[in-house]
């Protein structure tokens, strides 16, 4: 079965800086992966997806991750931090026949102004 | 946007008593699920259901919980005789079809606490 790994529980950034989530999975061919953002009070939003294809991948809000096979990573990244960035960030693997995917533990986005 | 609703936003009852949550998900997608997150934990996948059955649960999903479409637009998760654990945010999604790279639109979920 597959999983996912967040090492990160929280990072903290100053609005303006660069940003970087880390993930890993665990599966033995070529997951669906995904990125999605939680804001406080809200439901989960879909930032990002890969499914095939270019490893670079561009989503919503100034968002890209990049699929690293060799390092079993989709990590998601964002040039510039915004205050509104501030939310929790799940990292989410489909695979094989279900359809069903696995959740990450989350990342806990703080922005410092 | 088409969006999931969830209602109610908060539900607060007594251990023991029965509680539906409800969901209207996208009108056009086919697939339902149901997740919860225990605070401080991650999204933990319950149930989906397509054509007016369960396609797939966990090991979580158990008799306490049953779900149900009872009309064209309502999708809904019955928790029988709650405990303090199933106090958690339950999220309703929604997709188009039900294949891995269909992403599933979730709801805002809702905040049960079992007192």
């Known amino acids: 079965a597959q999983s996912v790994t967040q090492p990160d529980i929280h990072i903290t950034v100053s609005e303006g800086a660069s940003l970087e989530l880390r993930c890993n999975y665990s599966?033995?061919?070529?997951?669906?992966l995904f990125w999605y953002v939680q804001s406080p009070g809200q439901g989960l939003q879909l930032l990002l997806k890969?499914?095939?294809?270019?490893?670079l991948v561009q989503g919503i809000k100034g968002f890209e991750a990049e699929f690293k096979r060799s390092q079993s990573s989709f990590n998601l990244r964002k040039p510039s931090v915004h205050w509104s960035d501030a939310a929790e960030y799940f990292c989410?693997?489909?695979?094989?026949?279900?359809?069903?995917?696995?959740f990450g533990r989350g990342t806990s986005l703080i922005v410092h102004p | 946007e088409p969006e999931v609703t969830q209602t109610p936003s908060h539900q607060v009852t007594q251990m023991g008593q029965e509680v539906i949550l409800r969901c209207v998900p996208i009108?056009?997608?086919?697939?339902f699920y149901w997740y919860r997150q225990i605070l401080g934990q991650k999204v933990e996948f319950l149930v989906s259901?397509?054509?007016?059955?369960?396609?797939?649960k966990s090991e979580i999903f158990d008799d306490q919980f049953s779900v149900e479409r009872p009309d064209g637009s309502n999708f809904t998760l019955k928790i029988r005789s709650t405990k303090l654990e199933d106090s958690a945010m339950y999220f309703c999604?929604?997709?188009?079809?039900?294949?891995?790279?269909?992403?599933?639109?979730f709801g805002d979920g809702t905040r049960l606490s079992i007192l």
């Open positions: 989410a693997v489909g695979a094989g026949g279900s359809y069903i995917p696995t």
């Open positions: 259901f397509y054509n007016n059955e369960i396609s797939e």
């Open positions: 599966y033995g061919a070529t997951p669906y």
């Open positions: 999604a929604s997709s188009e079809r039900g294949t891995p790279y269909q992403p599933q639109h």
């Open positions: 890969y499914f095939s294809g270019d490893t």
């Open positions: 009108s056009n997608h086919l697939y």
